[in-house]
């Protein structure tokens, strides 16, 4: 249930379209549903601007499934599964037939379209599985993102040359692995907010993403932000409470 | 130069109060001023939106003073040093008289207050020294903070206290040393953007901040993003960008 | 060999019913018993107030066999088999039909029902498989832990909703991956001894439970204590300890 | 303000000794008291069994001794300083001069006596400046621990010449440094809760207390619990919890 | 070719026996013989005490035979082939059928028998594969081990059972996971040299062996010496060098 | 692109070969041709001495047919896939048919030959996998390097019997794993400059490379040059630099 | 009381120059002498075959001189001070004036020469201080090791010009700091036992000794075995029980 | 003794005008002068190009003035002392007056200039002492670097201003701390070699170096090589064998 369903509600009240008895049923549900196996959050739309995703590892499939429904049922905004694997997807899908499949992500119910620009830069092709995630889930928000590919540093023109499409960005995601320098450098190029994802892209001193997550954070571009290791979902999200 | 002054002086070209040869000598300036011993960068504040503040550590006092005299010299916008020590504050001030002191942050010619609401919350009465760097940086460029402090999630009714408070933020900015957990509670009780900063608050277990650190990155609230250990300078211009 | 079990044999001695050559013969076996492989420890109950459970990992299925009829044979009290895979159950089963199989726990000879309180209290879906080993060596001696699930700080909410829960209990065990937030808040809302577990749940930063484990042992709620990583078997253990 | 305290004002109240505005006004400082520069948490004690314990480090001295005061006056327990300098005791004791003051630890209004039997056993002479904090909290309590010295796991006989006294052990806590051994050892000795606390004693492999830790966390007797490095004033916190 | 063998040779060449041409035709093969993707150091025997062992992990199975065809036709003592797999172990008996295997260790001429004691001590089950490797090669070189199985420190009366053991032996080999407690107890029991082998039996905060190798390190039992994690071969080898 | 080729169309323009449209689309293919999933770099080699290789792990094997397809076109000096599987290497072959595989390197187009002395230098036999993918490299831009192999630290007779190799290098390479201390030795025997390859080889203390890569980077010996982990690809590639 | 003196009393037991009464008085001091801030353990020297060391740091100077005053009065070994400072040598010099200062090392009573050969081996200068450490706890016991110095791996003809001198050792003790890289290459050298001291020596990548210390549990070279970061100390009595 | 002068003596006994004998003694010296407390290497500008470099920390000031008293009376390049404090400058330029200081580096006797171009790039203010080390040090060889300071890459612009100094480059040394972004850069704008240099310039997520160290070794520019963490004196050396 977002801040909408629940003005509609309190104004079908008000007007008598819906008798006080049935609106306490339906706020009953409220702060969260209790399914048994998991605790369904609906007032995380009020308090967080977006709906609870539903993280897959480690859930049954079944699980998955009568959440995602519990969602769809019971709230009014986009529904996303993330990390979800084959069987996980299947189940979600033979119960609500419309999610879209991208990636390891599924969307139910998108949100219209924004107008807003988010660019989302990547430093190398191995590091689009995790830009991927981020922008299905911007993407349930109604927000495509301006994507900028393969703009590592150790071609440094290649950057510059799109340097303009950084300028009229709201807010730029950055996803790299390695030593993670694209988001300096970016951060020196724009005013708009930086987020910085660092992947676990790369072998050796990569240290499977901590060196690029150290590198962000230890940058000299003043004000990055930072989030997890491969946390495409975390960035989108992050994003998304900017754009507000 | 920030935006206004280089409008400014495009407008007086156009209307010839300037010779295009005189705008050309200070344009010449850019996009930085070699000082011998650094380069003083006056186009940041075109690309970040905000002017290259001075880090004391490491910096001989009349270097500092002679940066920071570049800066309010040939620029327009507030100037900040921080993590000044006592020698260095006074040589700044010295060749600069006007700077205002918090701690070991300086400003010079602070912006008109703005209106947007940050609002700046701390764990332990420890971790003010780093909310304070925080602090005077978002003053001067003209946003006072709304401060929460004493909030740590061991007493977690202080925190839903003042709930309200964080309802209507813009930006809202975490100060937590030891576990973190501040972080994790209030990223579920605002939709804004929260900007987490771990301190390096605490002993044993919490290794010079890193716990925190790694507390905040894994948060299980979708969307917080972090800067680095006592970073208030960064975290500051973390929220400046997404004002912008 | 527990305590009930020597003084009844004591007992014996003294009315004359049992031999003392035959009492010293079944002494003998103490404090252990060689099977050549493995040294059975008939003691711990004695010293620990528990006996030695079985942990599965790198044993022969038949060892394992062999310990727990050795366990079930010389001793009195609950046996629990731990971590062990499907030939090691089947095994143990097949020499030993009567036991009890829950997730990866095996247990005999479960002790009566008490009446403590022990709180299991879980962050996500996916602690769960931690948890249920804790709650299978509780349910071994007796005690049914009263489960909170489902209950990360992000919806702390979730959390005060069930917090009279929390007033009564004797002990409270908290399971949490990630950032291990909710130890934190739990431990400010009782005055019971609170056990926190760290789990392996999450990714990147969370760094396979030292975040969590990090964040735990530094937290801000004072007499918090910890177990390794994923451990519900120790909390389990800690807690018999507690309620004693 | 603690539970008995709390029940004496609401008998005062039900007798007509107290009227019912000025118990409001009493009551009306729960949960806290904002004195600026921090917020007290007087219902602690009820949450948690123990009022607001003082962290001396990073607090100014005259804040400290605001602390103590409002503690004191508002409150009914045993207030306690701990890790304070030597400017901070003074300026705490001249404004409460009745505080006791062990090591670092300062404590005023003690608790009465009580009889639970808690056995203090260091490793080795260099551990005494933990266990001596953890003492004088739990004498603020009325627990007066019984000590264990230098019972280094290198001459085992050492400790087993005493082991009669862990036989009776309410609770037991093991300080020890370098590997920590002692804690596994004593946890095989004992069926009371053992908390072990690690500390920073030794030089090279002992990580300033990191290998302690891990070594305490990963001990193979079951049930012992950890807390963080150096935290005698933690040890006793949870043991009271656990005597409770 | 160990020192006896090449005293023969000079003796032979000496009597006559042997042409020196032949001599040096033998010796030119020192120091070692290069087989193109291997260079087989036959002189080892001389410098440390014992032949090049070979190690499996990496080796086409064709090389590990012709390492092992060239230590046994050129040289005249033991022969270890070490974490050897299975199509290795076949290969090299095809080559050489006389080879004795034990678990992954291969061992062809082992030497007689020699009447030094050695006991290896493991603290559970679960060290066995690591103590196994270690009296492999140790019977390689003739000396038939003591083994003090199961004697983990959470029952330290089954290790004083046996402390008689300990007293005679030349050399302690003690191998332990998780803690590591084992060889602090060890150390304090007997005036022999005790080598610690670490092992990555455990979980969690074990850390596949690091707690324990920092454990042992940091011990307070004077005089341990340690070797690398699951290093069964080099605990061998350091006895036989202390051995000599 | 190299530099060649570019001075050869330039001759081209000035001779009235080329038109100069033709000319400007040539270059216009500069700096990058973007193929939607990548940006090819054609200017690398004029920045870096070197064409861009493409690394193939994470890439769709299409997708790597198309990268080398179209550096095979538009440019005109060596290719090279490293660390390709077997379908990445199939398909790439199955579009460019002449590539010389070499383990998991493929190059196309090989340089002529070149005079500079490589000596490449590894420590045991399981290092060799890195040393190969760093001769295909080499061997790529017409340097075949001397190899040195099985040279560990152990046997430095064996080392030092081809001492007389080193003092003629240009460059020496040296590949090692475990402690890494053949890098030290090495650095101290030749005056050329010594690049440092630390190997994943080992177990337990060797922490999968990291322990070589600290050895080698605190190394005694003056002036030694470290890349990443297993890193064959860009020893050879700093080899060539230095080569220039 | 070493194994000696405890011969010498049971035979004067039984010629009747001691009363039994007085050997019981003599013996009930035995296992320790519990000097209330400390319990000295008098049979050390039976046990481990060196007497209870005294390590200075943590330790009152009053208890250090008390400590060395018991171990002198009712042992009849030598008597070690380690680590002490200047305030703990006058202190423990004053009560006991023979002791011999070496660095931080005082020596009571030191044992008569022994014939062994122990070669102690650094590999720069700024390593002397913990082998003198070592060099002072031997000669207490009446070694006299001989010295190797500055024969660090990057010249490595100094330590082969010294090679004989490591024929003939009973015991190696190398002691090494930055890379470490001169224990493996001693290893490779000689048959006798190795003792590896990893210290602290170096900067950067050095970690405070951690690079050593992994590094020589990492060699190439069988059969060493390693002490933790600086112990010299350590190192001194493994080669104790080594010659026993 | 360098090569010339070995050269020149072994002319000059051809000649006549050295007698063998005297050459013999001469020769005698190496390979090294036994100081007592230190062994002078005076063939290590034969093997590795440069003559030993005194590492201050840790040496007595009258050892330090004795060893390049040594190194300048028995050989003939230049000495060079570094890191060394204010008493060991005084103690060395007493014996031997005409050093030249820079910063805590001392020159004597510095070697003809010579024209290879090396540049030497700094990314902030702070990291000039170990670029002024690195100077030292090349200016002892009579390379005179060419400096790009204040070269960060949160303003990629100041690098580019000045992208032709580094196409000319013999070598390129980048001396960067906080997450060390420059050696990629630059690594992809040049094709000479590049030497990277980590600092422990920065705080909190800078882990005093080690991320700038781990993000260079994994930076996506091919071919940068890296030493130790603030090691100006490893780069110079290694610039000083790729000059050859």
């Known amino acids: ?25 339906e706020l009953r549900r409220l702060p969260f549903a209790d399914l048994g196996f998991a605790r369904v959050d609906h007032h995380r739309s009020l308090r967080q601007g977006m709906p609870e995703a539903v993280y897959g590892p480690g859930k049954a499939p079944e699980h998955v499934a009568a959440i995602v ?18 069987t996980q997807v299947a189940a979600a899908r033979r119960a609500n037939p419309d999610g879209r499949v991208q990636g390891t992500t599924v969307v139910w119910r998108p949100a219209a379209p924004r107008p807003e620009r ?5 430093a190398g092709t191995a590091d689009l599985p995790v830009a991927d995630e981020c922008a299905a889930v911007l993407g349930a928000h109604g927000v495509e993102p301006i994507r900028l590919t393969d703009a590592g540093v150790a071609g440094v023109h290649r950057l510059l040359a799109d340097v303009e499409v950084l300028d009229g960005a709201d807010v730029v995601i950055v996803v790299a692995g390695m030593e993670g320098a694209l988001a300096s450098v970016v951060g020196g190029l724009t005013a708009a907010p930086v987020i910085a994802v660092p992947t676990s892209v790369g072998y050796g001193a990569g240290l499977q993403g901590v060196t690029a997550l150290l590198a962000m954070l230890a940058s000299c571009a003043a004000g990055l932000t930072v989030v997890g290791i491969d946390n495409g979902y975390g960035a989108a999200c992050a994003a998304l409470r900017m754009l507000k």
Chains 1, 2, 3, 4, 5, 6, 7, 8 share one sequence.
């Open 1 to 25: 249930m977002d801040e909408a369903a629940l003005q509609r509600l309190l104004e079908d009240v008000r007007s008598g379209a819906v008798h006080p008895d049935d609106a306490v049923a």
């Open 118 to 122: 988010v660019v989302l830069c990547t």
């Open 69 to 86: 429904t519990e969602l769809l049922t019971a709230g009014s905004g986009p529904v996303v599964l993330t990390r979800a694997d084959e």
